[in-house]
């Protein structure tokens, strides 16, 4: 499989065409498709009419772009003009925007291919990309399991070959969880790095867009690219443009990595703590220093992390009332409440259900200080440590996930159960910072497991440098999983 | 801890605040999963928290002005182009009262 880097090289020295490479990619989409179900909708007519302009604009000599001619898939709760985007929600279902995400922008202005918009959890609520409308998507590693979520689609495309890139979107660890359980590259950006403009709404305080890739290269030009002030998002940080491949280098002398050992509490599977510290040593053995560390605060994470969410999404979904867009009924014999209720209920999947009504719940009166304040409180908490351990050290090295990839249906009728997997990505969300997951092994029946590395605010360049140098000095990356 | 937090006629009315129809036994499943999750987020109350400010928001910014510029619309016909129910470039609702 070609790298979106060697892509764009070939394709400016006229050794390959963007036909060429689109077709290839939707032979490969044609031959796993089936069993892996990555998209919810296809775009080989567009690409394949997009491509054609690419190589026509290429034969006068105009090859501009940093993603030229490279396949990208994109998560279906980002906003392309003219194309269905579904939020995998019945409620969202037949929904065409009449505009597109800056991100598309960004990607469509540097010559990228958008091959088809990605399966997720319904509304990015979830880890296992189960609670899809459209039906569950499967790991390219063992089809009997989940490739994790919610950005369960993006990842196991670019595992599968079905793209060469894609967006994600993570509000609790959506990119990262599943780039560890399908074996790619995926960064949760420093909150405020990348425009969330028209990035359709779950928990705006917490949720980035991110790129997901093979290696860690294709990870840092992809993000190049869609990093950056925006001015129709006000939390958009205005930030110079920076070309972040030029921080790749095989360089971690003197590299400070924490390990805070809240990371590796009771859930944590002894496969994945095993690899996860065999990577620190690994990263040592490369000139690095590692020191053990505590932020005592984490235990309380996930509970500030689910309160927090659940609050932004009741207030986000409130505005689906089959009216203005979306699902709908008729409502010829039905009043106002009455209609809503419904089409809320008959629209919506059950866990996005539950986390509209428990998030009601812990806003409303009487309960606000109980829950949300609380919650916010935590989150100062947390914050602190970070910025505490940061003084220590230059980055923090955790599991991404605290087990390998798990059966399809084995958590999904006990949500508790569920958000315990988020128990390791969420720190990152509450204090906004910047965190990555790159592949670090594989259990002995073959499973991926992932390394997270965490760096202070607008510290991307720094998680790419060691990312980087561990890549090239293990094989992980090269494995490709036997669906191919 | 008593072994309800919420029950379930409380789970009935959030669900009507949060407009949201619930079947039977949704009611009673939601209210069992709902007393686990709580009970869940409790674990915050071992902290005290008295003296810590919330954080509402990662990102140091406040009041992001921009000028005061007149640029095109959404054309009316884009804007309403995905309502299910429209006549008269207006979007049809069912009756309020």
Sequence with gaps: MLSAREIVSRVKSGELKVTEIVESTFDRVSKTEDRLNCYVTILQEEALKRARLLDESASKGKVHGRLFGVPVAVKDNICTKGVRTTCSSRILANFKPVYNATVIERLEREGAVIIGKTNMDEFAMGVSTETSYFGPTRNPWDLTRVPGGSSGGSAAAVAAGEATVALGSDTGGSIRCPASFCSIVGLKPTYGSVSRYGLIAYANSLEQIGPMARDVYDCALLFSVIAGHDPRDSTSVNLKPKDYTVFLREEVKGVKIGVPKEFFGEGTQKVVEETVWKAVHKLEDLGAEYDTCSLPSLEYALAAYYIIAMSEASSNLA??????????????????????????????????????????????????????????????????????????????????????????GEKI???????????????ANLAGLPSISIPCGFTTSGLPVGLQLIAPPFREDLLFRVAYTFEKNTGYVKEEPEVI | MSDKIISKKEVEHIASLAGIA?????????????????????????????????????????NVFREDEVTEPLPLELAILNAPKKKDGYIKAPKII
């Design chain 1, 319 to 408: 505005r689906y009332d089959g009216l203005r867009y979306g699902y709908s009924e008729e409502f010829t014999d039905t009043d106002w409440f009455t209609y809503i209720a419904k089409v809320r209920r008959n629209g919506f999947g059950p866990e996005v259900r539950r986390r509209i009504i428990l998030g009601t719940f812990t806003l409303s009166s009487g309960y606000y200080n109980r829950y949300y304040l609380k919650a916010l409180k935590v989150r100062t908490l947390i914050r602190m440590d970070f910025e505490k351990a940061f003084k220590r050290f230059d980055v923090l090295a955790a599991p991404t996930m605290p087990t390998p990839p798990f059966k399809l």
């Design chain 1, 413 to 427: 009728e006990n949500p508790l159960e569920l958000y315990m997997c988020d128990i390791d990505t969420v720190p």
């Design chain 2, 22 to 62: 619930l079947s039977e036994e949704e009611k009673e499943l939601f209210t069992k999963q709902f007393n686990e999750i709580l009970s869940y987020f409790h674990k915050i109350d071992e902290l005290d928290l008295e003296e810590v400010e919330p954080t509402y928001h990662v990102v140091e910014l406040s």
